[in-house]
């Protein structure tokens, strides 16, 4: 008798769990970077490059991060990654001087960039094609859940017993889920073993971005970046004081519920891209909204959820529009290029609108953002047919 294949969900949820791990490596600093001039006194402006630092080599290196992985083998280099971020961590628990603080991050964003390319990847490689909308939708969770967690658990953690604490407690975290992963993850053999040249990085940045299947995801991932972090910068001050807090932190959480409940229903009925679509076309609705009653509290709440929409359904299009588990390792490799580019320019761009024309100004921009999100993917689309 043949044995009917299964989603190996426990191992979905332990790769899951090792994003969270490298989502803390933005979050261990970010939470606690009101209180990192105590520990270096003289840095000054200097002390930005502790987060900024892993998100520039996400940048520059995402695609050869496709590359690479591929190459390595998923699962090896997933292991590896984790067993890197967790040195790292360890290292930075003694916060040694600034420059090799530093240069701590920037190995710390090669291993984040290998865990968030290897382990999507392995997902859609472990899972059942029916529960690709689930299982990829609980992956685009793992930055605001992460985020959430150390907000309410690791402050509260290193004001009990110090920075270096949560430094210790983020290596533990990684270390455990590398001796997790080796005892579970099957083996899975690298593509290829021989190294990938120059002109191979090359080419795979030309692959990708020309492609209508491998770079869709990138593409709406770069605009989608680009206006969840700034929203959440730039929309707090014009909503009431009284709900200001309540609102802004509702946000985040309704993106996570939307895009596992609403987003999983619509992806069970529709393509990936067809919900991507609807998410940016309801964000732009929602933010003429805004424009019409400025801080609404049910628009701002209603932008939030349509936010996690296209959150979901960007993981999910990437085995939805790709069959090579190569592809796939490249197009998340420029999910993590696209998206750490939009999350530099996205709050700047914002900031600058509203300094020169004003609110109003701010807001166009905003929907103009979501409305090239949604034309991006429709032209796509058209390439595609």
């Known amino acids: 008798m043949s044995v009917e294949p299964k989603t190996n969900w426990p191992l979905v949820l332990l790769l899951w769990a090792a994003g969270l791990g490298a989502a803390a490596q933005y979050g261990k600093i970010s939470v606690i970077f009101d209180q990192l001039p105590s520990v270096y006194p003289d840095a000054g402006a200097g002390l930005g490059f502790a987060v900024s630092l892993v998100g520039f080599l996400g940048i520059l290196l995402g695609v050869v991060a496709g590359v690479l992985v591929a190459r390595i083998g998923y699962g090896r280099a997933l292991i590896w990654a984790l067993i890197l971020g967790s040195v790292m961590s360890f290292i930075q628990s003694s916060f040694p001087p600034l420059p090799w603080f530093l240069a701590t991050r920037v190995i710390e964003g090669g291993a984040h960039l290998a865990i968030v390319v290897a382990a999507p990847t392995l997902i859609s490689q472990i899972i059942l094609p029916k529960h690709n909308g689930f299982a990829l939708t609980l992956w685009g969770t793992f930055f605001g859940v992460a985020f959430a967690v150390l ?157 996690g929409l296209i959150q979901g359904a960007s993981f999910a299009a990437v085995p939805e529009l790709n069959c090579a588990m190569e592809d796939r390792a490249l197009a998340n490799g420029g999910l993590a290029q696209m998206g750490n580019l939009g999350n530099t320019i996205g709050t700047p761009l914002m900031v600058g609108m509203l300094g020169r024309f004003g609110y109003l100004g701010m807001m166009a921009a905003l929907c103009m953002v979501f409305l090239a999100g949604a034309c991006v993917h429709f032209l796509l689309h058209r390439r595609r047919r």
């Open 151 to 307: 907000a309410w658990v690791g402050l509260p953690f290193a004001d009990a017993f110090g920075l270096s604490a949560l430094m210790m407690a983020h290596a533990l975290y990684l270390a455990l889920m590398a001796v997790a992963l080796w005892c579970f993850l099957p083996v899975r053999k690298a593509v290829s073993g021989r190294r990938p040249n120059l002109s191979e990085l090359a080419v795979a940045h030309t692959r990708l971005y020309r492609s209508p299947y491998i770079g869709a995801p990138a593409f709406g991932w770069l605009f989608y970046t680009i206006s969840f972090v700034a929203v959440l910068t730039v929309l707090p001050p014009f909503l009431s004081a009284s709900w200001r807090l309540l609102i802004i932190g509702a946000m985040p959480l309704m993106s996570i519920v939307c895009s596992l409940t609403l987003g999983v229903f619509l992806l069970r009925f529709f393509p990936a891209v067809g919900v991507i679509f609807l998410g940016f076309i309801m964000c732009a609705m929602f933010t003429l909204g805004l424009v019409a009653l400025p801080g609404n509290p049910v628009f701002a709440l209603a932008l939030g959820a349509s936010l």
